[in-house]
Nanobody
């Protein structure tokens, strides 16, 4: 059984910063890629940033230069540092991990429950 738990979301003023965390726990054999997605009202879920086990990163154009994704492989934890936040960043942010669980012994995608990020004055 695998669980992904996000933390760090909340309400912030435009121009402010937030740091999101995603911790994977449970019967995990190996974690490969992890990523942050977001979904705003009336829009489809979209990739925000992704990171491989080797540290390679990819960012969506709207967040380049403002967001930084990182991970601690020893802790199976991923972070998203969000700076210079804008109103259009408001969304539910989801953590995703592609991993091998000890139960399945094959690559599967797991999702967190989502955390609300609201940028408003």
């Amino acid at each position: 059984q695998v669980h992904l738990v996000e933390s760090g979301g909340g309400l912030v003023l435009p121009g402010g910063s937030l740091r999101l965390s995603c911790a994977a726990s449970g019967s995990i054999f190996s974690v490969t890629a992890m990523g942050w997605y977001r979904q705003a009202p009336g829009k489809e879920r979209e990739l925000v940033a992704a990171i491989t086990s080797g540290g390679s990163t990819n960012y969506a154009d709207p967040v380049k230069g403002r967001f930084t994704i990182s991970r601690d492989n020893a802790k199976n934890t991923m972070y998203l540092q969000m700076n210079s936040l804008k109103a259009e960043d408001t969304a539910v942010y989801y953590c995703k991990a592609r991993l091998i669980s000890t139960g399945s012994m094959t690559f599967l995608d797991y999702w967190g429950q989502g955390t609300q990020v609201t940028v408003s004055s």
